[in-house]
Antibody, heavy 121, light 109 residues
């Protein structure tokens, strides 16, 4: 059974870079039918897609975050990662990683449990 | 950017009743529309993809319909575990991006 697990610091200072890693187990991150994505959810609010990556390294990002986001992938470790620079309090959120099924219009069919990242000094 | 508007924001119903949730896109998304269910403290769960296809393991009481700009998620008879927040999501080809609606909360009346 596929499992995704987010990891990284739960507290980041303003203006610094948020870094998270998603470790995939129970299946290969190199399967051609899937993208791998990051989504976030501020406390009490809705969902916002951040960006996605293919096993080849091809990426696409939310235009509103594109200037600050980098997503990378390490197929040897079955992991993909998120970096979000110049964070502010508005970036405080639960960050989810998820698998996207390409034939199903890239819908998110498997999710990690999410990790809360707080931006505060 | 394609904006998804969900309505109503809150739906107050009793177990056994029928729930009808709506999602409207600011421009056509063809059938590239998905629905998710989210309960407190949990990640979203995929219910419907490509507007009307149930995801693996989703009960038949959940159904989706629509195309273009107007979509509906119907829960034929609410079970106690169905009270949650529901989100729609679209995938556009150009520019390539995904967006979520603001959500509809289905609460117990």
């Amino acid at each position: 059974q596929l499992q995704l697990q987010e990891s990284g610091p739960g507290l980041v200072k303003p203006s610094e870079t948020l870094s998270l890693t998603c470790t995939v187990s129970g299946g290969s991150i190199s399967r051609s039918a899937f993208y791998w994505g990051w989504i976030r959810q501020p406390p009490g609010k809705g969902l916002e897609w951040i960006g996605s990556i293919y096993y080849s390294g091809s990426t696409y990002y939310n235009p509103s975050l594109k200037s600050r986001v980098t997503i990378s992938i390490d197929t040897s470790k079955n992991q993909f990662s998120l970096k979000l620079s110049s964070v502010t309090a508005a970036d405080t959120a639960v960050y989810f990683c998820a698998r996207q099924h390409i034939p199903a219009a890239e819908t998110f069919d498997n999710w990690g449990q999410g990790t809360l990242v707080t931006v505060s000094s | 950017e394609i904006v998804l508007t969900q309505f109503p924001a809150t739906l107050s119903l009793s177990p056994g009743e029928r729930a009808t949730l709506s999602c409207r896109a600011s421009q056509s998304v063809s059938s590239y529309l998905a629905w998710y269910q989210q309960k407190p403290g949990q990640p979203p769960r995929l219910l419907i993809y490509n507007a009307s296809n149930r995801a693996t393991g989703i009960p038949a009481r959940f159904s989706g319909s629509g195309s273009g700009t107007d979509f509906t998620l119907t829960i034929s008879s609410l079970e106690p575990e169905d009270f949650a927040v529901y989100y729609c999501q679209q995938r556009s080809n150009w520019p390539p991006e995904l967006t979520f609606g603001g959500g509809t909360k289905v609460e117990i009346k």
